[in-house]
């Protein structure tokens, strides 16, 4: 017994020796395996970056300034041109004519199409800039108009494929293209068949928006846009002299909004609100016409049918029988709806900043909108690799400066290993 005692013992004091070995090996093997050399680019490259974000930023181009959106068009053209890159401007389309999107394209020896997508239109009135020209603050954020949203991640463009073509000298690609669209703040309406056209040519659509706070996050889903239009025509009448020849618009839109309040359906994450509204043109009129819009946001291309068939049916109840009620449905963009392409390439991504940069990476389904709806369609996509940031279409915008040399390493090793075909099958289109 005695002698089993001793065994047991020494056998305890041999594992309690071995057990800080053990951790220490562990410890060892989480250690992140950062590319030195990718590293010190990301590093050399942050004060190109910061001068080009700082004149970017400083330039206003609201969707609809044509001046100010021309303007950072050539900025942007010989930026990439003078990348190396063959760089042309294409008209945008109907319904939004006047405006250019701006792509650039590189040519390699490779197999691998990789589609890098962003915009450079802001949500910012012309003169905005000049208000709130670009500055760092003391916490080390850089705030202006558009700095986030998303005048840094045109910097990043640059930086990255400088590092690409012109430090390391990569051609293990078949093509690199960068496409800079014009109207994303009001939904691409002259963009998004170029962007539909240019991503089906491509194994992979990286879009370039802010990657949250930290830079800690990689957008994976996110909800297509609509707009509900309500049309209500009533008779007009004099509001003194005969109120009852006249047919009260506005008492038809209230009804109306009431019985097509609850099209929301929060199981399949569907939203529909009434926000905006008016009626009538005189106040000794009866109000002859009137009119409201609601925001959509679907997660299911089915809800818009649903949504459409639903309220055109309930329209058919009036309060005022004489009135003319119409219902009509814009279907902005399609949903970008969560699929097992999207989901395993994010787990690649996110383990490779892992192991590389010691950093957690976490899959972001938005409630709002971006241009990976379009890219989504017709190849895999995934959408937010831009740099960290907060507050967009807001007066505390801003980019995290501490987050840039990061995510321009992210975006460096993930085209790299895109190239490579390690992060998903390349070459079948």
Known sequence: MKRFVRVAALLFAMSSLAAPALAADAKA???PKTDAKIAKLCA???PQFMKTLEMLVNMDSGSDDKEGLAAKQAVLMKMFKDLGGEVTAIPTRA???????VMATWKGKGKAKILLLNHYDTVWPKGEAAKRPFRVDEKGVARGPGVYDSQSNLAAMQA????????????DFAVITLLCNPDEEIFNPGSQALIKEVAARHDVAYSM??????????????????????TVKGVESHSGGAPEKGRNAGYELAHQILQLRDLSDKEKNTNLNWNMGS??????????????????????????????KVANERIKNKLIPDCEVTFTLQRFSPPFA?????????????????NEMGKDLSAFRSQSTMESTFTSQVTTAIDAFGVGGTGPHSLKEGVEVSNIEPRLYLIVR??????????????TR
Do not use: W
């Open 160 to 171: 990255v494929m400088d590092m690409l073509i012109n430090k390391l000298k990569t051609r």
């Open 209 to 230: 928006d802010g990657g949250g706070p930290g830079g800690g996050r990689l957008t994976v889903s996110c909800r297509g846009i609509g707009k509900a239009i309500l």
């Open 279 to 308: 009626f009538g043109s005189k106040i000794n009129v009866i109000a002859g016409s009137a009119k409201a819009e609601a925001d959509v946001r679907v997660a299911d291309t089915a809800e818009y049918d649903r949504i459409e």
């Open 338 to 354: 969560p699929n097992k392409k999207t989901d395993d390439l994010f787990a690649k991504i996110a383990a490779l900043y892992k």
């Open 414 to 427: 993930t085209l790299q290993e895109t190239m490579k075909g390690n992060m998903l099958p390349i070459g």
């Open 29 to 31: 093997e989480a250690k």
């Open 44 to 46: 050399e490259a942050k």
């Open 95 to 101: 319904p939004h004519e006047g405006f250019n999107s």
